[in-house]
């Protein structure tokens, strides 16, 4: 048989004798606390190891029973794959039993045992109304009855629990690595060392890890498996982890060790919502996710979901399991997106709700404005990357991102309105500049590649349009007839975006200040600029102005567009012309 790493976590009221258990079972006693010794009741987590009589090794955590230390148990309970609830056998189950229970029931612990524990102390009457009272209690689990004090009965209780490890499912190693811390101390010659269950991914030496939501950067320089040096750590096996150059003090109960860039540290939680007593829209809870506690207000989304708005940081992932509590458990939720928007809707959530690939992926990228690539679903931690390539399968690609069909269709329906408006509204210049068509974002260009437009140069047009004068077609006759009328002189041309269309078209070429002029008149003045300057050397404005036959204005004009068309250049007063503007015989 495979060996499956496995967390136990015991379950039950104060004095019910979960403690003295555990230590029959391991031979550890749990309570490490001077307090705990002093007062003869758990406060904090212990733990211990446990072998199974097929030679498994489970780690076991012991938590308090005390209601003031439910937030310690739920620490606790978190991390747990199967449930060892104790009820004695004397006072049966009490309130904080009834409370265990629930909590385990919230965070999807379905597998276990029930000690009913003082067996020794009790007669027979009363253990079978123990009995009773256990069977109804959890439906379908294994009842044992013990004594810690003269050991009846755990042979038993250890078979049982052999039986219950048999269909817990193993944990997923597909999933970045991710810690919760549940102490953090430091040892003489090693420094700083934290320890909790390994909920997924590997953690060996040399490992380089985040502690979030706090961001510190770690590396890992040895790892042990109860007291034992290991190699590598797997998914729900106890950790030890040392590390080097870290103040203890800036790790903390709460903060988790994850593989960088893999989960997001998030103030907003969108949970399938399961309610003990009812939870009122806009509520103040506690909420506990892994070891940690947080505050926070639950926002109800439709009546099955909600949204949780912490006031600190959670290291979350789809699937996760949540406590709520208010002095006591009133319910709790399974994480369906670890990093939302904040609004929300009952759709999308019910679309994650689902649980395929394909769903997810589209519902998370249908509650997103713009493209995301492979790497930003990956720090959604939504999806394993099997299961994150499958959902992929269902989006739209742009190359290395992704969107919806829907989102692309809007996209192109918008643009084909835009280009069809500019067309209608400038006819001139249907051309729109790109960079107003889209944000200068990553995934532009891949987008453009798939829209219903022409891309000429800077501009996008819409497919097959091209500039026409349409109704300034009079407008242009009459500039173009008073342009062949004045010859060299230019003339203002009041409508410029007509002027740069003709230009475009070669029938005007715009000088300055507004003015245009005739493009044959600009070529004849351009050839007896280069025969003059040819056989003199030079030409200065006052001849060229005689040369044309017109005032000193317009001949400036005209000459420095020549020198802005690469003709001619300053020398001094006069204009000489550049070596390429010569005819092929001089």
């Known amino acids: 048989m495979t060996s499956v790493p496995l967390v136990l976590g015991t379950a039950g009221h104060i004095d019910h004798g979960k403690t003295w258990l555990v230590r029959a079972l391991t031979g550890k006693d749990t309570d490490r606390l001077p307090e705990e010794k002093e007062r003869g009741i758990s406060i904090d987590l212990g733990y211990a190891p446990l072998v199974l009589p097929d030679g498994r090794r489970l780690s076991v955590i012991d938590v308090p029973g005390h209601e003031r230390f439910v937030r310690n148990m739920v620490a606790g309970a978190t991390g747990i794959d199967l449930f060892l609830l104790v009820v004695d056998a004397a006072e049966g189950a009490r309130p904080q039993t009834h409370e265990h229970l629930a909590i385990l029931r919230l965070l999807g612990v379905e597998h276990g045992v029930v000690a009913v524990t003082k067996a020794d102390a009790v007669d027979d009457e009363t253990l079978a109304l123990a009995v009773d009272e256990a069977q109804e209690l959890v439906p379908g689990a294994a009842v044992v009855t013990t004594s810690a004090r003269t050991g009846d009965g755990l042979p038993e209780l250890l078979e049982a629990l052999e039986r219950a490890a048999d269909g817990v499912e193993r944990r997923s190693p597909l999933a970045p690595t991710r810690l919760f811390i549940d102490r953090s101390f430091s040892l003489k010659g090693i420094g700083t060392v934290v320890t909790g269950t390994l909920w997924s991914g590997e953690i060996a030496e040399g490992s380089e890890l985040v502690a979030e939501p706090s961001g510190l950067r770690v590396r890992v320089r040895s790892v042990q498996v109860h007291d034992l040096e290991v190699e590598r750590a797997s998914p729900g096996q106890r950790v030890a982890v040392s590390l ?8 903390r109960r709460g903060e988790a060790l994850v593989e960088p860039s893999s989960y997001p540290t998030t103030y907003r939680l969108d949970v399938l919502l399961e309610e003990i007593e009812p939870i009122a829209d806009h509520a103040r809870v506690h909420v506990h996710h892994g070891t940690g506690e947080h505050y926070a207000r639950l926002v109800r989304i439709g009546e099955r979901y909600a949204q949780l708005r912490l006031t600190s940081r ?3 992932a789809r699937g996760d399991r949540v406590v709520l509590r208010d002095r006591t458990t009133v319910g709790g939720g399974i994480v369906l997106d670890p990093s939302p928007p904040r609004s929300a809707s009952a759709e999308r959530l019910a679309l994650l ?20 690539s492979r790497a930003d679903l990956a720090r959604r931690a939504l999806l394993s990357p099997i299961e994150l390539d ?6 739209h690609r742009l190359g290395d991102w992704y969107t919806t069909p829907e989102w692309l269709g809007e996209l192109r329906d918008r643009v084909a309105a835009q280009l069809a408006e500019r067309a209608r509204r400038a006819p001139l210049d249907p051309g729109i500049p790109i960079a ?15 829209l219903p437009l022409e891309r000429r ?10 500039a026409h004068l349409g109704d300034r077609a009079a407008a242009a006759a ?14 203002k041309a009041d409508d410029r975006e007509l002027a740069a269309f003709l230009e475009t078209e070669g029938r005007v070429v715009r000088l300055g200040d507004g003015f245009v002029i005739a493009a044959s008149a600009y070529d004849d003045a351009r050839a007896r600029l280069v ?25 400036q004009l005209i000459l420095e567009r020549l020198d802005a068309d690469g003709v001619t250049r300053r020398a001094g007063e006069e204009r000489v012309l550049r070596k390429r503007a010569r005819s092929p015989s001089a």
């Not at 499958?390 to 989006?395: D, N, P, S, T, Y």
């Not at 107003?436 to 798939?450: C, D, I, N, V, Y």
């Not at 009459?478 to 003339?491: D, I, Q």
């Open 314 to 316: 959670a290291v979350a």
């Open 478 to 491: 009459a500039l173009e007839e008073a342009l062949a009328a004045s010859g060299f002189t230019p003339l």
């Open 436 to 450: 107003e068509l889209l944000p200068p974002r990553p995934w532009a260009g891949a987008a453009l590649e798939q």
């Open 353 to 372: 709700e689902q649980g395929d690939p394909a769903s997810i992926v589209l519902a998370v990228l249908g509650g997103s404005s713009e493209p995301l």
């Open 531 to 555: 025969t003059e300057c040819e056989a003199a050397g030079s030409i200065a404005l006052a001849r060229f102005r005689d040369l044309l036959g017109i005032g000193r204005r317009a001949a």
């Open 457 to 466: 140069g800077a501009k996008a047009y819409a497919p097959g349009a091209s």
């Open 244 to 251: 080097p150059g870290v103040d203890r003090n800036r790790l």
């Open 390 to 395: 499958e959902g992929l399968a269902a989006a």
